[in-house]
């Protein structure tokens, strides 16, 4: 029997004893036994605190950002294999496309996260405080790795998922991880490791795996670790009572299956393609995965005068999903992960049937294509319909983690959001309309009792990635038996596994400090102009102070027939009584232009290449005409660009070959009393030296 490996301390290990047996969710044979005894879960953790945290510290969140991005390239290249084992989990092609390429594309989408930090090991949060009245002291806050390791304890229904979308995270914020996969699935993980190991893209000690009990290794945990759990909300919350996690008050986030609902508009009818996009999501959403999703459809609300006309059509609707082996092309819907899942599914239902009865579907018998269904865990899918849903205890507290859901009447859109609050918390819940001011209605009533909620009507139906698809940039959690946590999320979930400090003193410290440039910092002299610098020259705080220019009213003119602006306060004959203004008022984006002028460099060629934008620009006092402007012109922050990887020589575009950076500038517009007139933050894209 194949015994599967643990990746601990730099080595892969296998457990003592025999170890639990794991078995082909389909064809019920033995695949791997997985076994952790005799670990040293103490030492695991320090390896990973003293080998892995170090080395992910020295790197910049850029350089975190392409790892994450080599591992998801390397990672497409065996798909495959991995497609090959994922069918033994239960899994169609469908199911493991999520898994699989749903993983590798957390990989890639928190890669792209690195566009949002400095090139440095640490990052400034938020905007930054003038403390002073002379304006020499001011506060901010900056975000450092933790020194401890992420715990990441999965769940078995996504074994690749589950730990790619946790670790892109953690490791793009610079904290190693320990991922403890559900055992029964553990041998997709397995798999998954050896070749993100193999590939030699992480740092050692960047990424460990367990496959098999975690023994006492929360026991072990102190203030800088960070734990992720997903799962059963029993199970998270007997976790979260560790005596070293309440001891140390370790962060822990939790992701638990909770009874997620759909609710149908009263507005939709049978002949409104909203109709037919309703039964198609639940349909979805309780054969993908066989029903094993966190995020699956348990709860189902209709209006009271529809329910039979829908849980037909859901029934008609599901009798045409072919069940049975994977690998059959026919096949819509695998097995569940195993038979003990299955056994589990089973006596879940008989709990709901005390308040409901079956109106699809059957627990004693399921017909299979090219497998056998006593042999496999395969089960049919069951909807329940429950018919007074404010008296029955059982559907808002008992969940079936398989291929089952309940159907329940509401009166009144009121009624929809206290029912759907029944459930205490969930991840996600899906208005199906095409009533604006139903969806607002739902939507401000429910969510605060949902993570997140998917509104769902013709005009985004064939985009929409549906209601059990978290997203990296979303948060992935929800309040109550959801767990309270919030995971991914994109900066927000970068920023869990970071630690905030608040910063203070000159602005010219803490612009050394930071390598960001700090309103009222003691600017640099450049030498030369700062656009005769290519990217590497430019020092932050490389300072100008333009000459002056004096704006006249023929100027204000001018700039109104040339951009068509003649709104009344630019026109001089404006009668100015009871407005803003003295007198005729220059264009905030005439003095913008007028800063160009002044900053921009000659006619000669230089490593400047274009102009990138503006991210903030603000008018801060009328210029009226006679005033004289001048600019203070500062570099403020220097971000990589990376060049694009073009696959296709087609797909190449001017300017792809040439190495480059973006370089940000704070402009500051000062007139004759010495006061800012106008604020911005440009942005330009400027040549790197030609090695």
């Not at 599901?318 to 096949?331: D, M, R």
């Not at 699809?360 to 006593?374: C, K, P």
């Not at 971000?639 to 073009?646: A, E, H, M, T």
């Amino acid at each position: 029997m194949t015994k599967l490996e643990n990746y601990i301390t730099g080595n892969w290990v296998t457990g003592d004893g025999e170890g639990q047996l794991l078995y082909n969710a389909v064809t019920g044979a033995p695949v791997a036994a997985a076994s952790t005894k005799g670990l040293d879960f103490k030492s695991i953790i320090e390896y990973g605190r003293t080998t892995g945290n170090p080395a992910l510290r020295k790197m910049t969140f850029h350089q975190r950002g392409n790892m994450l991005k080599a591992l998801a390239l390397h990672l497409r290249n065996h798909l495959e294999k991995f497609y090959t084992i994922s069918y033994q989990t239960g899994a169609t092609k469908a199911d493991s496309w999520v898994d699989i390429e749903g993983g590798i594309g957390n990989l890639f989408a928190n890669a792209s996260l690195r566009r949002k930090f400095p090139d440095e090991v640490f990052c400034i949060d938020g905007e930054s405080h003038n403390l002073s009245k002379n304006n020499t002291f001011m506060g901010t806050h900056i975000l450092v790795p933790k020194e401890g390791v992420a715990i990441h304890i999965n769940a078995f229904n996504f074994p690749v998922w589950g730990m790619l979308e946790k670790i892109a995270v953690n490791l793009l914020a610079g904290v190693p991880a320990i991922v403890k996969p559900a055992t029964v699935t553990s041998y997709l993980t397995e798999a998954f490791v050896k070749e993100i190991i193999a590939s030699k893209i992480l740092p050692e000690g960047a990424l460990q795996l367990i496959c098999g009990s975690a023994g006492d290794l929360l026991n072990h945990v102190t203030s800088q670790d960070i734990i992720t759990f997903t799962g059963s909300a029993s199970t998270g919350s007997m976790l979260k009572k560790t005596p070293a996690i309440l001891d140390n008050n370790v962060p822990f986030n939790m992701e638990a299956d909770s009874l997620n609902c759909i609710v149908l508009g009263a507005d939709v009818t049978p002949d409104k393609p909203e109709w037919d996009i309703f039964i198609k999501e639940i349909r979805k959403e309780m054969t993908l995965k066989a029903g094993q999703r966190c995020t699956g459809i348990r709860r189902i609300f209709v209006p009271e005068n529809k329910m039979e006309d829908v849980w037909k059509a859901i029934g008609t609707s599901l009798s045409q999903t072919a069940i049975g082996n994977p690998l059959n092309e026919k096949v819509r819907m695998g097995s569940l992960a195993g038979q003990t899942q299955r056994n589990e599914v089973k006596e879940q239902v008989q709990k709901l049937l005390a308040s409901s009865q079956i109106v699809y579907g059957s627990l004693d018998s399921v017909e299979v294509i090219d497998a056998d269904a006593n042999k496999g865990a395969f089960m049919s899918p069951v909807l329940l319909l429950n018919e007074k849903p404010h008296s029955s205890y059982e559907p808002h507290n008992i969940e079936a983690f398989g291929p089952v859901s309940t159907i329940m009447p509401y009166k009144n859109m009121d009624d929809a959001i206290v029912l759907s609050k029944l459930g205490k918390g969930s991840l996600v819940s899906t208005i199906v309309t095409a009533d604006y001011k139903e969806a607002k209605q739902y939507v401000v009533g429910a969510a605060s009792h949902h993570g997140r909620i998917l509104v769902l009507n013709n005009e985004c139906a064939k985009e929409s990635t549906g209601h059990g698809s978290p997203l990296p940039l979303l948060v992935h959690g929800g309040p109550g038996r959801a767990g309270g946590g919030e995971e991914m999320g994109g900066l927000r979930g970068v920023k869990h596994y970071l630690q905030r400090t608040a910063l203070q003193g000159s602005p010219t410290t803490i612009t050394a400090i930071t390598n960001v440039y700090q309103p009222h910092a003691n600017g640099k002299d450049p030498g030369k102009h700062p656009f005769q610098k290519y990217f590497e020259e430019l020092q932050i705080g490389d300072q100008i102070i333009t000459e002056k220019r004096v704006i006249t009213s023929e100027d204000i003119d001018r700039f109104a027939d040339l951009s068509g602006d003649h709104f009344y306060a630019h026109i001089k004959t404006t009668d100015f009584t009871g407005t803003m203004f003295e007198q005729q008022v220059a264009h905030g984006y005439f003095i913008m232009s007028i800063a160009a002028g002044l900053f921009v460099d000659s006619y000669e060629k230089n490593p400047v290449l274009l102009n990138y934008g503006i991210d903030e620009l603000r008018f801060t006092k009328p210029v009226y005409p006679g005033a004289e402007i001048h600019i203070r012109f500062t570099c403020k922050e220097k971000l990589p660009n990376d060049k694009r990887v073009i696959e296709k020589p087609e797909d190449f575009k001017r300017g792809d070959d040439i190495d480059k950076g973006i370089v940000k500038w704070l402009v500051e517009m000062i007139d004759e009393a010495n006061e800012v007139t106008g604020l911005a933050t440009i942005l330009t894209m400027v040549a790197k030296k030609i090695q």
